[in-house]
């Protein structure tokens, strides 16, 4: 009992002393001594100054120490911004220490720690001489002589710990955008100088919006050392990372590839695994690239979307500031390409990478085509495989040597009952120059065999950006497409060449649409095609210049808003510094046969603006071929139809007027013979121009019935279609008029005179309706056939004969289907007639005929009380001498 009682006094004893030490302990830590003291312990572990803004300390169940706002400063050779900065550190005492007297740290608890790693100009980064290092005795280094040293304070600190951290980065004095987030892990100090990494990041990009990028894992084994981490061995992996996250978080943009990279590496310095090539500042690596399921962002994912495993072994010397991938390995489902890099890691970056082998088979390069064009056929497959090796060094990287070549194979594609034949080609880089020879791809059997490629020395005379006169002859072989590349580095120009010649264009349709490419929107072409298209850049791909032409020949144009097809018999389109031009030599079309130029001039107004130059020519436009190639069944919508495709549009249902609104076109038309219902006109000419739904009709000059006609035309297609019409009419024959049949051989004389008229809508029959207008009509050498006018009106009878006036002027008026005469004069020598009435459009008429006895000028007649009327069909009128209800005086 008295036992109990002396150890339960001891335990009390004990527990007082505990809480009284507790106590101490805690009024102690806020000295200025003991914080001094806590400070300058603290400095001397992380060897570098600190700063924090308040202690607390606690004995039981372990001794900790509690420090809020520490702040580790930075090498003043790295800069003067902090090293290591966080909210609170935990910081546990090892009892034995205490017990000694002395303070040592145990283990290190960072919360919210944010820390900066930077590299200075000589390559060196300060973490390297921050954890402590490993101490070797040099020989003789127990013999002393004279007084012993003081012996050096050992540093106990067991284990670092964070959570929720943050990494940045710092290249000298400038602050990167990348940096490192949620950053959580440990570093433990296995033995004297010998630490374990455990470390797991997200990597992070200032000012770009990231959704995931997956989880860094560092694993390894790091010396605490003044000798740049050595011994180490680090291993790193990194999977399920977006490629659009990667590339948004490595360049800031996303190219719009989508698809996942894993990775895995390891590194070591200083081990076994190293092997005996490595040395001091010589790290051996090994990487693992993973990227899977890549294609474009708008596409879905396929089964063959391309894989690509990349392996890369090597060294990374820091003391010569590069790192040697001594084996790149990169693997695709049925391609290899093997060779080696190096990498500047001191200064500028800088890239030398050297591929030995490259091994490329046809169903890769379909894989890559079908992850980003949309539209592919599924049954094209590609038998060929491409051979070669590159070199390209720098930063930005440029060309340095290369060299490719194919053996040629075969293509399948739909549409084709044949697989298309791929000639052998070759090509390289010289100097600075890349110079691909001619890529000939066969299309089907034609007429004539064909012959070798261009020989590349003829690419190769021809400077970038020089401008080709003529167009250089295409060698006669029919059925194939070729093209050439030339791209001088150096200048930083280029240029594509692209010819072909075809007897039946339709496979060059059919080849495009099988990638993807529909090169006929709403037409269709058939017939043979020959051309020749170069495309010049210079600087960049954004400035191209184009020439070149293309040569039809029996071929046909079926357009969406046309009843017929185009016949191009002979038609030759030109490009010149990226402006269209046409000759037409011969095409039938709209009931003629056609020939003349069309030119693509500068536009004045907006950049969307076409503004064309053109000079046609047709032997017979007949206004019915007219209704027959657009017809009733497609107006008024075929505008709607026919422009997007002649505009090079793929939306036939766009709106006609905002099509129409972006052609502006001006030129001269030419027709030999024009026919408009029962007007022919002969020798027709007119200049047109056409600008923001306005045409407009100038100088038009026509031969018609005898005689000539002048007249200008101004016609609003928006947005309701308005015409407009001004005319001039001399020495026309009035036995030449569109009069019913019959009519006609009754009128004879010449007609001079003015008419504007106006009219709206859309088709033949609203036209008609809306027609109005007025004009004057001058009359020489009249003779009516079949009544004797003036006998008639004076007997009171019908009176067969012929009537006769030297002139006659007068007025008429447009209106509701109708000519109407109000009070048309017709003079001889001893007499005036005066004709009202009307002629219908319907072929009927209703005029009355007034005699006037003639008399000296100036003096006043009255008008007979008898008239004559003529009413009824104009092919069997009817006829009679009637009162006239009203006299009239007529001065």
Not at 5 to 17: E, M
Not at 171 to 177: L, S, W
Not at 467 to 492: G, H, R, Y
Not at 761 to 767: H, M, S
Request: aromatic fraction near 8%; include cysteine; charge should be positive.
């Amino acid at each position: 009992m008295s036992r109990i009682r002396k150890y339960g006094k001891l335990a009390v004893l004990f527990v007082v002393l505990l809480i009284a030490a507790q106590l101490n302990a805690t009024l102690l830590v806020k000295t200025h001594r003991v914080r001094g003291y806590l400070i300058a312990r603290l400095a001397r572990t992380f060897g570098r100054p600190v700063e924090a803004s308040r202690f607390s300390v606690q004995l039981l169940p372990m001794p900790r120490l509690d420090i809020e706002g520490v702040t580790i400063g930075e090498d003043p050779s790295f800069g003067h911004e902090y090293f290591l900065r966080a909210e609170r550190m935990d910081a546990s005492l090892r009892w034995m220490g205490l017990l000694r007297g002395k303070f040592e740290f145990g283990t290190m608890s960072l919360t919210r720690p944010s820390l900066i790693l930077v590299r200075n100009g000589q390559g060196r980064w300060n973490l390297e001489g921050w954890l402590p290092p490993v101490r070797t005795k040099a020989p003789g280094e127990n013999t002393f002589y004279g007084p012993r040293p003081p012996s050096e304070a050992a540093n106990f600190l067991q284990k670092i710990e964070f959570d929720d951290g943050r990494i940045n980065f710092k290249m000298g004095v400038d602050k990167k955008p990348f940096a490192f987030t949620n950053v959580s892990g440990s570093v433990e100090q296995m033995g004297p100088g010998r630490w374990q990494l455990r470390l797991e990041a997200q990597p992070w990009r200032s000012g770009v919006a990231l959704q995931s990028t997956g989880i860094i894992q560092v694993r390894g084994d790091v010396a605490g050392t003044s000798a740049r981490l050595q011994p180490a061995q680090i291993r790193l992996h990194w999977d399920k990372v977006p490629l659009a996250d990667l590339f948004r978080l490595v360049t800031g943009n996303d190219p719009g590839v989508r698809g996942e990279l894993a990775l895995d590496g390891i590194a070591s310095i200083g081990t076994e695994s190293s092997g005996p090539s490595a040395g001091t500042g010589k790290w051996k690596f090994e990487l693992q690239a993973r990227a899977t399921q890549i294609h474009r962002w708008d596409l879905t994912e396929r089964s063959d979307n391309p894989r690509v495993n990349l392996n890369l072994q090597g060294v990374w010397d820091l003391t010569a500031g590069e790192a040697r991938a001594e084996q790149m390995t990169l693997e695709l489902p049925s391609s290899t390409v093997q060779g080696n890099a190096v990498l500047q890691t001191r200064g500028p970056a800088a890239w030398n990478v050297r591929v030995n082998s490259l091994s490329i088979r046809g169903a890769d390069v379909l894989a890559w085509c079908r992850a980003f064009q949309p539209g592919i056929a599924e049954s094209i497959s590609l038998d060929e495989s491409f051979r070669g090796e590159l070199a390209v060094s720098g930063w930005p990287l440029h060309w340095d040597s290369a060299k490719i070549a194919s053996e040629g194979g075969s293509m399948a594609v739909p549409g084709f009952p044949q697989p298309l034949r791929i000639d052998p080609f070759a090509g390289r880089i010289a100097g600075s120059r890349l110079i691909v020879e001619p890529v000939r791809i066969r299309l089907g059997a034609g007429k004539t065999e064909l012959v070798a490629p261009v020989k590349p020395d003829t690419l190769e005379k021809t400077k970038p950006g020089k401008t080709v006169t003529k167009p250089v002859a295409l060698p006669p072989a029919e059925n194939a497409i070729e093209a050439a590349l030339l791209q001088d580095f150096s200048s930083d120009e280029g240029r594509l060449n692209v010819s072909l010649r075809l007897s039946h264009v339709t496979r060059l349709f059919k080849l495009a649409a099988a990638f993807g490419k529909t090169l006929n929107h709403g037409w269709e072409l058939n017939g043979e095609a020959s051309a020749r298209l170069d495309w010049e850049w210079q600087h960049n791909l954004k400035n191209v210049r184009w020439k070149g032409y293309v040569d039809l020949k029996k071929a046909e144009l079926q357009a969406a808003g046309l009843n017929l097809p185009l016949k191009l018999e002979d038609v030759s389109v030109e490009w010149k510094e990226g402006r269209r031009a046409a000759e037409i030599r011969r095409a039938e079309a709209f009931g003629a046969t056609w020939s003349g130029t069309i030119e693509e001039g500068v536009a004045n107004g907006s950049a969307e603006e076409n503004q064309w130059q053109f000079q046609f020519h047709a032997d017979h436009l007949d206004a019915t071929d007219l209704d027959r190639w657009v017809g009733p069944r497609t107006r008024p919508n075929w505008l709607q139809r026919l422009l997007p495709s002649l505009l090079g549009g793929g939306d036939s249902g766009g709106k006609a007027s905002e099509l129409l609104r972006r052609v502006s076109a001006e030129g001269e038309l030419s027709v030999d013979s024009l026919t408009i219902e029962k007007i022919k006109l002969a020798q027709a000419h007119a200049k047109l121009s056409l600008r923001d739904l306005h045409l407009e009709v100038r100088d038009a000059e026509a031969e018609w019935a005898g005689g000539s006609l002048r007249g200008n035309v101004q016609a609003q297609f928006s947005p309701l279609p308005r015409y407009e019409i001004a005319a001039d009419l001399d020495g026309v024959n009035l036995a030449q008029l569109p009069w019913a049949p019959h009519w006609a051989e009754r009128w004879s004389g010449l007609a001079s005179g003015t008419i504007h008229f106006t009219t709206s809508g859309v088709g033949r029959e609203e036209l008609l309706k809306q027609l109005a207008g007025r004009g004057e009509v001058r009359l020489k050498d009249v003779e009516l056939r079949g009544w004797d006018v003036t006998g008639s009106v004076e007997s009171g009878a019908v009176r067969p004969g012929v009537s006769r006036w030297t002139s006659g002027a007068g007025e008429f008026v447009l209106r509701d289907r109708a000519l109407d005469f109000e009070a048309l004069q017709l003079e001889a020598p001893h007499t005036r007639i005066q004709l009202t009435g009307s002629f219908g459009f319907g072929q009927d008429a209703k005029l009355t005929f007034s005699l006037f006895p003639a008399g000296k000028p100036g003096a006043r007649s009255v008008p007979a009380k008898r008239v004559l009327q003529v009413s009824g069909a104009l092919d069997s009128p009817q006829v009679a001498v009637e009162t006239a209800a009203v006299v009239q005086k007529k001065p």
